[in-house]
């Protein structure tokens, strides 16, 4: 909702527990915010997997790609930490655009690999019980 309120143009929601959905929605109706969005109703991996398998549009237009992709699973769920990057970094990274950043905000005690597969850790800012760990992005071709 940040980046939306900063001028993003679009931003993708995913949520799969139907409690922070149901808070997702009336936060963003409060926000008056109604367009410039897309939530997703399902769990990160599928949803990931199910855009990659979207058919290569025409020459003259774009695939979607992202700029910034931030993780913030429940903080008891770090399993999808893992499983998250090693998508993003292998079969979905054509997903991600140039210079595309991938932030995970996770527990400081949880520990994230330096590398997952075209994610490169670029920098971990610790502060209290969190972490936010940013990993760069090697592009693949279109």
């Known amino acids: 909702m940040e980046a939306l309120s900063r ?8 949520e799969k ?13 409060r926000l008056g915010l109604t367009a410039g969005f897309c939530i997703h109703a399902a769990a990160v991996g ?14 003259d237009e ?3 790609r992202y700029e910034v992709v931030f993780l913030d699973p429940p903080w008891d769920a770090a399993p999808e930490y893992a499983a998250t990057l090693r998508l993003l970094g ?16 996770h527990r400081r005690k949880e520990h994230l690999e330096d590398r997952y597969s075209s994610l490169t850790r670029t920098r971990l800012l610790e502060q209290g019980d969190a972490a ?7 592009p693949c071709l279109p």
């Open 90 to 105: 292998g079969a979905a990274a054509c997903l991600l655009g140039d210079g595309a950043l991938v932030i995970a905000e």
């Open 132 to 138: 936010l760990s940013f990993y760069a992005v090697t």
């Open 62 to 64: 774009k695939r979607k």
């Open 46 to 59: 599928a949803t990931l997997r199910k855009m990659q398998t979207v058919p290569k549009p025409e020459p």
């Open 7 to 14: 001028g993003a143009a679009s931003v993708d929601f995913v």
């Open 17 to 29: 527990a139907p409690a922070a959905l149901k808070v997702l929605r009336g936060n963003l109706e």
